[in-house]
């Protein structure tokens, strides 16, 4: 159980700043440009948030064993049935999430902020770190917790994608329990994913995450 929360805990962590490295560029590509190909980008960010997660995991897994690539990177990294194959299941769902939240973050910024530091000088870069990022500061930690709580909860991805030995996450740990006929343990961890959701969900709001969804 213990090992449980740890790995959980560690795994969503991961795939939260990951989610944040890769996410912020990308949600700020689609809210200040139009460059080709950005219309493609858009429409997988949704499809990975409406496509059912465990064809997100089937998909991980054609990709990693089937594909040259994909077989390459398994190899030399190690994702199926490993803690990294957690972390990237993980990330293939909640980054999307991520990207939508702070996508709308970076649409309440008016551009015209930007455009009075470039004019007096300042370069791209600058105006980036030093307008806009400050200004989007709450809706951008809203998308990070929001994405956190989305990986910690995933469970159809992992299972297919990390298995059973190493991929005890507590949704799987949950679904072993309750499989294994031990219900009151099923119970016990998924009232804490409960109140870790919960926890999360409150912290969201209090950032002003609904501005960005409803």
Do not use: C, H
Not at 27 to 43: C, K, Q
């Amino acid at each position: 159980m213990i090992e449980s929360v740890r790995l959980s805990v560690t795994t969503a962590t991961v795939t939260a700043l990951l989610a944040a490295l890769l996410g912020i560029p990308t949600a700020y590509a689609l809210s200040r440009f139009r460059f080709p190909g950005a219309v493609v980008v858009d429409t997988v960010v949704d499809l990975l948030i409406v496509i059912p997660p465990l064809i997100v995991g089937l998909t991980l897994v054609a990709v990693f064993g089937q594909t040259e690539t994909g077989k390459w990177l398994n190899d030399t990294i190690g994702f199926l049935y490993t803690p990294q194959g957690i972390v990237v299941a993980q990330f293939a769902v909640a980054s999307a999430l991520a990207v939508r939240v702070f996508k709308a973050a970076f649409d309440q910024v008016n551009p015209r902020f930007e455009q009075v530091a470039r004019s007096l000088g300042a370069s791209p870069l600058y105006a980036f770190f030093r307008i806009t990022l400050p200004l989007a500061k709450n809706g951008l930690l809203a998308g990070l917790v929001l994405a956190w709580a989305r990986a910690i909860g995933e469970f159809a991805p992992v299972l297919v994608v990390a298995g059973t030995d190493v991929g005890k996450v507590l949704p799987v740990q949950a679904f072993l329990n309750m499989s294994a006929g031990n219900v009151e343990l099923a119970f016990v961890v998924t009232t804490l994913m409960m109140l870790i959701s919960a926890t999360a969900l409150l912290t969201f709001k209090r950032l002003g995450g609904q501005v960005y969804i409803w």
